[in-house]
């Protein structure tokens, strides 16, 4: 997070070394001028250290107040207008190349996730695919008219008549297979003997 002060003037305050300070009284001192308990010695002397040259004044001024009140790195760059749009396309790419990878990021993310309820979804469909297929097979095997009985051929037949065979067979024909109640074919062929 940046500062208010700005990086730079806190990275010159942290790199010009600090005077040590002017050594603070101690509020247990008596009148006497020594602390309870404690003998005193001879007063040590502080040196102070000059100031770094990084802090005196530069030893040129600017050009004139403009400078002063707007820095280079404030002012922006002057350019054409077909550089700034430019400029403005290549940053509507980068930010369209840059919204595509944080979507396909998420969609990763989200394939990872959700592995597990995505092959169980997978499971019940196929199951449910197996189901309507079988019910689909057994449906047309048994209603559909593609599976029907088309024709009666008798053979065989030296002492009974073939046509009166077919004609109580004929009930018989355009019934799907699966539907033909072969007790009532039984019945209608002990006529003849």
């Known amino acids: 997070m940046k500062r208010p002060e700005g990086f730079d003037r806190l990275a010159a305050k942290a790199a010009s070394p600090k005077a040590p300070s002017a050594p603070q009284p101690d509020p247990r001192v008596e009148a006497s001028g020594s602390a309870p308990g404690v003998k005193t010695s001879a007063p ?46 290549a940053s509507r790419r980068l930010a369209r190349r840059a919204a595509a990878a944080r979507r396909a990021v998420e ?16 499971a019940w469909i196929t199951a449910g695919a197996v189901v309507v297929v079988l019910v689909g097979s057994v449906t047309i095997s048994v209603f559909s008219p593609l599976l029907s009985l088309q024709s009666v051929k008798v053979e065989g037949t030296s002492r009974v008549d073939k046509a009166a065979v077919q004609k109580s067979l004929d009930q018989q024909l355009g019934k799907p297979l699966a539907l033909i109640d072969f007790s009532a074919v ?5 006529n003849f003997p």
């Open 107 to 122: 969609r990763t993310e989200v394939r990872r996730f959700t592995r597990r309820s995505r092959h169980r979804r997978a």
């Open 44 to 89: 040590e002397t502080t040196r102070a250290e000059p100031a770094p040259a990084a802090a005196s004044a530069p030893a040129t001024e600017p050009a004139g107040p403009a400078e002063r009140r707007d820095p280079a790195y404030l002012t922006p760059p002057r350019s054409s207008p077909a550089e700034a749009r430019d400029r403005a396309r």
């Open 186 to 190: 039984k019945a209608d062929l002990s």
